[in-house]
C-alpha cells in the first residue's frame, strides 16, 4: 500500500512539474517583443535654437555662446553624458545600452551660427548635438553662399563636417513647413481633407529627406515638429513615412524603455536665458514621475 501511494504521488508531481514548464514556455512565447520593461530610462531634452554674441539679439530663443559654454561645463561636471537619436534607436531596437545619467542637446531650424559657436564648443567639451535644420533654408544658404551668424543657416559643407566629425546628428524638421501661414507647421488646415493633408505634408517631409540624402548621404529617423505643431491624424502619418522618433515642444520628461513607442512624441524643455542649467535641471528633475 505504501509503495502504491509513493507511485501516485511521484507520478503526480511528474505531471504537475510537466505542466509547469509547459505554462511557462507558452508565456515567454506570448511576451510581445515591444514588451515595456520595468525599467525605464529617464531622458531628458533641451532644446535651444540660435547662439548669438550680441545681448540686444538675444531672447526666448536666443542665447549667448558664452550661456552655451556654461551648459555643457555644469552638463560635464554633473557627469551628465550627451547622446543623440541613433543612441536611442540602437537601445531600443538593438538591444545597446544606454548611460544611466544622459541627456539629449537638440537645435532647431539649422542656424549658421549653430555650426560658428555650437560646433567648436561641442568638440570642446567631447558632446553631441542633435540639429534639425529647416532644408528649403539650407538649400537657399548652400546656392547663396551668404555666410552670417546673425541670420544665415548651415549649408550642405557645414552639415557634412559637422555629421563626419561624430559631434553632430542631423534630423528632419521639414523642407518649408517652419511657417504659421497658410499652415501652422505640420498641422492640418481648417476645411482641409485628410486626403489632401497627408499627401501635402508627406511631399514636404519627403523633400528634406531626399534632400539630405542625395547631398549628405544621410537619412534622418526622426522628424521634429515645427513649432510642436501637428493634427490629431499627424503622429500616425509620420509613422507611415518610416520615422522611428518624433519629437514635440512640450516641457515633459521622457521614459525610454524597450517599447518602440516610447520614441514617439518626445517633450523638450526650451532653453531661454531666464535660468541657470542647474536651475532648469532642478526644474526638469521635479518633473520625475
Request: proline share 4%; charged share 25%.
Amino acid at each position: 500500500m505504501l509503495k502504491k501511494r509513493v507511485k501516485y504521488f511521484l507520478i503526480n508531481s511528474l505531471i504537475f512539474i510537466i505542466a509547469l514548464c509547459l505554462i511557462t514556455f507558452f508565456q515567454i512565447e506570448r511576451t510581445p517583443v515591444n514588451a515595456v520593461s520595468e525599467s525605464e530610462l529617464n531622458l531628458p531634452i533641451i532644446m535651444y535654437h540660435s547662439l548669438l554674441k550680441d545681448s540686444k539679439m538675444q531672447n526666448d530663443f536666443t542665447i549667448s555662446p558664452e550661456l552655451f559654454e556654461n551648459d555643457l561645463k555644469y552638463l560635464q561636471s554633473e557627469n551628465y553624458t550627451t547622446i543623440v537619436v541613433e543612441d536611442l534607436i540602437d537601445y531600443v531596437y538593438r538591444g545597446k545600452e544606454l548611460p544611466d545619467k544622459c541627456i539629449m542637446l537638440t537645435f532647431d531650424d539649422g542656424y549658421y551660427n549653430n555650426y560658428y559657436y555650437a560646433y567648436p564648443l561641442l568638440k570642446k567639451y567631447n558632446s553631441k548635438a542633435v540639429i534639425s535644420p529647416i532644408i528649403s533654408m539650407t538649400e537657399k544658404f548652400t546656392e547663396t553662399e551668404d555666410i552670417s551668424p546673425s541670420y544665415g543657416h548651415i549649408s550642405v559643407s557645414d552639415i557634412k563636417e559637422m555629421v563626419e566629425s561624430g559631434y553632430v546628428e542631423i534630423q528632419n524638421h521639414s523642407y518649408d513647413l517652419h511657417k504659421l501661414s497658410p499652415r501652422k507647421g505640420a498641422d492640418k488646415r481648417y476645411g482641409e481633407s485628410n486626403e489632401a493633408y497627408r499627401k501635402s505634408i508627406t511631399e514636404d517631409i519627403m523633400h528634406a529627406q531626399n534632400y539630405l540624402t542625395e547631398n549628405v548621404g544621410i537619412t534622418p529617423k526622426c522628424f521634429v515638429y515645427p513649432f510642436g505643431a501637428k493634427g490629431k491624424e499627424t503622429p500616425q502619418i509620420i509613422k507611415d513615412m518610416g520615422f522611428l522618433c518624433t519629437m514635440t515642444c512640450t516641457e515633459e520628461m521622457n521614459y525610454i524603455s524597450k517599447d518602440t513607442e516610447s520614441l514617439y512624441e518626445l517633450g523638450r524643455y526650451r532653453r531661454d536665458l531666464n535660468e541657470s542649467m542647474e536651475h532648469l535641471m532642478n526644474r526638469i528633475n521635479s518633473d520625475i514621475k
